[in-house]
């Protein structure tokens, strides 16, 4: 086996997570726990929805990310006249001395990197976003009717505003399951409101940021998460909260199989995260609405939640409310 695939030893990957959590908190100051998850969800080998206002740290999250790592990055602008060939690139043909050589040459686009910003995603046409959907799900792009590999590791760190509804196209429900997490910053505390203040980092720090990992640590890493152990005592907490996502009565769908295999994932690479080589209820249960409440529709019938929460997140709470925790 190549030594890229192989997992890392479980305490030099906790050491490295912790390293790589560190570094992204100089750029994107008083958000530890955002951190932490974005970290999560790049270590499950998933992809991250920021659904927030603007000015709040997006961006300076996902280029922190990148420059965390010596990784590949690219930032799409989606709107609304985005194509698909746009993101995926084009076959272009080949000239010899000014002659067409009666070769096409295949010229990647921008979703050819280890790390993608969609800034502002749901901007982009239905047919923009199936490629990004193709991108996401398959790790491929598509061209010409060729099929080509998109880099190893591969995040996609997608944006989007959830006041702003003019000219936007809300992600379909396929595509919103592709992403492992979906996540809002927020303002920062008045404390560490000051120190950006005085210190600016997206401008003065995240470009300084040198990398802390190479690809084949990270390649590492992931593999590693994959080994932690899952026993069938919280394999069965987990299905208990996912059945009743799909029994609950304010939810007319509930949490997919997919849902279910991303849950166990970023429960296993919390637990990396955390310094041990088995998972406990709290790895599985801290993650449940961060990971599943994009993943459920809720019934409009059902009950209004308080202003602060989005009614699927509210269900959900209610439910590890509901569930008892296994002894």
């Known amino acids: ?36 998850r974005a970290v999560t969800t ?5 992809h991250l929805l920021l ?8 961006t300076t999250l996902a280029r922190a990310l990148a420059h965390s790592v010596e990784a590949d990055f690219h930032r799409i602008q989606f709107t609304s006249d985005l194509l698909p060939s746009d993101l995926t690139g084009l076959s272009l043909p080949e000239f010899d001395g000014g002659r067409a050589a ?39 792009g598509t061209v010409d009717g060729v099929t080509h590999a998109l880099p190893d590791p591969f995040l996609v760190v997608a944006t989007q505003n959830p006041l702003e509804h003019h000219g936007t ?5 396929s595509q919103l399951d592709r ?16 120190a950006v203040l005085r210190e600016d980092p997206a401008t003065n720090t995240l ?21 932690i152990k899952f026993d069938d005592g919280i394999t069965s907490d987990l299905l208990a909260l996912v059945q009743e996502t799909r029994e609950h009565e304010s939810l007319h769908l509930g949490v997919s199989p997919r849902g279910a295999l991303a849950l166990r994932r970023a429960a296993q690479a919390r637990a990396l995260l955390d310094d041990r080589d088995y998972c406990i209820p709290e790895d599985v249960r801290d ?6 409440a994009h993943r459920v529709s809720v019934d409009p019938r059902g009950p209004v939640s308080d202003g602060d929460t989005s009614p699927a997140r509210w269900i959900l709470q209610e439910i590890l409310e509901r569930v008892p925790v296994p002894l």
């Open 287 to 292: 993650l449940v609405v961060d990971v599943l």
């Open 207 to 227: 470009p300084s940021l040198e990398p802390v990992l190479t690809l084949d640590e990270l390649r590492g890493v992931q593999r590693a998460a994959l080994q």
């Open 42 to 46: 790049w270590v499950a080998q998933g």
């Open 1 to 36: 086996m190549h030594p890229s695939l192989e997992p890392l030893p479980r305490e030099r990957a906790t050491e490295l997570c912790a390293r790589l959590v560190s570094n992204v908190e100089r750029a994107l100051r008083g958000k530890p726990e955002v951190v932490r």
């Open 169 to 173: 196209h809300p992600l379909p429900e």
């Open 102 to 140: 009666g070769r096409f040459v295949f010229q990647p686009g921008p979703i050819f990197a280890h790390v993608v910003l969609a800034d502002e995603v749901n901007r982009a046409s239905p047919k923009s976003q199936s490629a990004l959907l193709e991108a996401m799900s398959d790790r491929s």
């Open 179 to 194: 992403f492992l997490m979906r996540l809002a910053i927020g303002y920062p505390e008045p404390e560490f409101e000051a």
């Open 51 to 58: 659904e927030d206002v603007p000015g709040v740290g997006k």
